[in-house]
């Protein structure tokens, strides 16, 4: 999916564009930060590699949004790669329960098992235990 659609997605959501960085010498790598009062979503591409990360407005962690899906479905495979389609459709289906996971009341908990999520994958990735 083009950045134009889901720019254009996430605007009709009610997000604005906060802040954008192309640097054409490193493949073409980019991102675009866009920001609700709620949570800020960061769209992203580094090597060819395209990704959607998350944050409470008030933080500074990032979350990738593929970890967020996972605890939103309960899904385990946690090392698989997502596309930006489907993550990008995930985002406009389960935004109000995105925004609930991330705000002031809910943000600690759903920090605390979006870590354990991280953990589990890089313990899946690489072999390791990710204490």
């Known amino acids: 999916m083009e950045k134009f659609a889901i720019t254009r997605a996430l605007e009709g959501i009610g997000f604005t564009e906060s802040d954008s960085k192309k640097d054409l010498q490193s493949f ?20 060819s590699v395209e990704m959607m990360d998350i944050r409470s407005i008030t933080e500074m962690i990032w979350f990738d949004l593929a970890l ?40 600690f908990s759903t920090k605390e098992k979006l870590s354990k999520l991280e953990r589990a994958r890089v313990n899946l990735m690489f072999g390791r235990s990710a204490t």
């Open 28 to 47: 073409g790598d980019y991102y675009t930060i866009y920001f609700s009062p709620e949570i800020e979503i960061r769209l992203g591409r580094s090597r």
């Open 68 to 107: 967020v899906k996972a605890l939103l479905y309960n899904e385990g495979k946690l090392n698989e790669p997502s596309n930006i389609k489907e993550l990008h459709l995930f985002l406009i289906k389960e935004i109000d329960r995105i925004k609930e996971l991330f705000n002031h009341q809910n943000y």
